[in-house]
Nanobody
Framework: QVQLVESGGGLVQAGGSLRLSCAVSGDIFSINAMDWYRQAPGKQRELVASISSGGRRNYADAVKGRFSISRDNAKNTVYLQMNSLKPEDTAVYYC??????????????WGQGTQVTVSS
């Protein structure tokens, strides 16, 4: 069993900042890529940012220069620092982790989602 618990969402005014966290726990041998996705009402889920086990980062064009993804491998936690937030960033944010379990199986696990609302 592997669990992902997200925190840090909320309501913020445009131009403000939020920091999301996602802690992974359970029967973990290792974690490969860790990603943040978001889904706005009526839209498809989209990749926001990803970070490899080695620290390589990728960002969606819409968030480059404003969002920063990081991870603490000792804590099995991934973060998303979101600055200069815009109303169009409003969405439910989900973390995803590619986990190698203690049985050496490789699965993608998702968090439950955390709401981010940016008011204009």
């Amino acid at each position: 069993q592997v669990q992902l618990v997200e925190s840090g969402g909320g309501l913020v005014q445009a131009g403000g900042s939020l920091r999301l966290s996602c802690a992974v726990s359970g029967d973990i041998f290792s974690i490969n890529a860790m990603d943040w996705y978001r889904q706005a009402p009526g839209k498809q889920r989209e990749l926001v940012a990803s970070i490899s086990s080695g620290g390589r980062r990728n960002y969606a064009d819409a968030v480059k220069g404003r969002f920063s993804i990081s991870r603490d491998n000792a804590k099995n936690t991934v973060y998303l620092q979101m600055n200069s937030l815009k109303p169009e960033d409003t969405a439910v944010y989900y973390c995803k982790a590619e986990v190698v379990t203690i049985n050496y199986d490789n699965y993608n696990f998702w968090g439950q989602g955390t709401q981010v609302t940016v008011s204009s």
